[in-house]
C-alpha cells in the first residue's frame, strides 16, 4: 500500500509565503512524476505544478513566478513553495504521484490535501 501524506498549509497574508511538503511512503519501486494540485471552494481540481523523475518542471499561467516545485528523491518528498500569495490561491492542495510499486503497478496516488487561506 502506498501512502501521500501532505503538509505545510495554514492562514497567510497576502503577500505571505508558505512551503507545502507532500511524503509518499509505503510500498514503493520508483516514482515518476509527482505534482501539486489545487481545489477552491465551487470549482475543478487543477494541476498548479509538476515535476518529473528528471527534474522537468510545469506550472499553470496562474503561479508562474511565484510557485516553485521541487522534489528530493532520496525521501520521497515533493514541496511547493509558494510565494507572493493571493486570496485567489486560497484552496485544498493536493498532492498527486505516479508511483510504481513493488509489484510493479503503476498509478497515481493522491494525498488527502492541506487547506491553505490567504486573507487580503
Known amino acids: 500500500q502506498v501512502q501521500l501524506v501532505e503538509s505545510g498549509g495554514g492562514l497567510v497574508q497576502a503577500g505571505g509565503s508558505l512551503r507545502l511538503s507532500c511524503t509518499a511512503s509505503?510500498?514503493?519501486?520508483?516514482?515518476?512524476?509527482m505534482s501539486w494540485y489545487r481545489q477552491a471552494p465551487g470549482k475543478q481540481r487543477e494541476l498548479m505544478a509538476l515535476?518529473?523523475?528528471?527534474?522537468?518542471?510545469n506550472y499553470a499561467d496562474s503561479v508562474k513566478g511565484r510557485f516553485t516545485i521541487s522534489r528530493d528523491n532520496a525521501k520521497n518528498t515533493v514541496y511547493l513553495q509558494m510565494n507572493s500569495l493571493k486570496p485567489e490561491d486560497t484552496a485544498d492542495y493536493y498532492c498527486?504521484?505516479?508511483?510504481?510499486?513493488?509489484?510493479?503497478?503503476?498509478?497515481?496516488?493522491w494525498g488527502k490535501g492541506t487547506l491553505v487561506t490567504v486573507s487580503s
Open positions: 498527486n504521484s505516479r508511483i510504481t510499486t513493488q509489484n510493479y503497478d503503476t498509478m497515481n496516488y
Open positions: 509505503g510500498s514503493i519501486f520508483s516514482i515518476n512524476a
Open positions: 515535476i518529473t523523475n528528471g527534474g522537468y518542471t
